[in-house]
């Protein structure tokens, strides 16, 4: 494709024919990320390719903070933000705060920004992620681990947790293939493949909470609106008190146990 002269005007309708439905926002932000008129038109192509716009600039709003993002990484939906208000609802002033599939640790940054007394524990199986939670949380009082979901994580926590949050991946297997191309084509699959119901990692999250969690503490996680009566189940088999609540303008759905 060739690109006109980067004007304010072409740059729009530029990112408009690609298809980009805010495309006047995008360009204000890509324009004031290039610093030069060559990089400004690398990142124009690469955005007109389908590239997602936080790997292109490298970051993503989220709950008002701004969250590094490399590419690779999964990337921080504002959805999401209702999870980390529901977990800032219920984290008290020096929790120990759980961040379980933590990615780029937005919602690490987003709890620790609201309750600074509180440790945030970010963990995630990909060092890609980790990487970007440890600089994301470079300025909480915050430990990141590499690992697959409580592993890594020091003895001395169990049974000392008060919020366990995890933005776990919920997508069905068979809807994959649905997704929009910038989140199927880009992010890992294994940040969104849920298996075969979507919530197989938040069953492995919930069943291992238990040994980790203060007796008065809680877990949430994020799920669609169509899997909340099965997430229900699952806390409630694994001696939850389970509620389901509901952001119908973000579209958020979250399943919340409590011991």
């Not at 300025?139 to 169990?158: E, K």
Request: aromatic fraction near 6%; include cysteine.
């Amino acid at each position: 494709m060739a690109f006109p002269s980067q004007s304010d005007d072409s740059l729009v309708a530029t990112l408009r024919a690609a298809g980009c439905i805010f495309a006047e926002e995008e360009a204000t932000i890509l324009r004031a990320h290039a610093r030069s008129d060559g990089e400004l038109a690398r990142m124009l192509e690469r955005r007109c390719a389908g590239e997602p716009l936080e790997y292109i600039v490298e970051r993503a709003e989220f709950h008002g903070l701004r969250i590094e993002v490399t590419p690779g990484v999964f990337i921080p939906r504002r959805r999401t933000e209702f999870l980390a208000d529901q977990a800032i609802s219920l984290t008290p002033d020096d929790a120990a705060v759980v961040d379980m599939c933590c990615g780029a640790g937005a919602i690490g940054a987003a709890v620790a920004a609201a309750k600074p007394g509180a440790h945030i524990y970010a963990v995630d199986i990909d060092p890609r992620a980790t990487a970007c939670a440890r600089r994301n949380l470079a300025h909480a009082a915050a430990s990141v681990y590499v690992g697959d979901l409580f592993t890594p994580l020091p003895a001395v926590l169990r049974g000392r947790v008060d919020v366990v949050v995890a933005n776990v991946p919920y997508v069905p297997h068979g809807e994959i293939e649905l997704l929009p191309a910038e989140a199927r084509d880009y992010e890992p699959i294994t940040t969104l493949d849920g298996g075969p119901d979507g919530l197989r990692v938040a069953a492995r999250v919930v069943d291992a909470a238990r040994g980790w969690l203060h007796p008065d503490g809680h877990i949430l996680f994020e799920v669609s609106d169509q899997q909340a009566e099965t997430a229900a189940a699952i806390l409630g088999s694994t001696g939850f008190r389970a509620r389901i609540v509901d952001d119908y303008e973000l579209g958020a759905t979250v399943a919340i146990g409590s011991r």
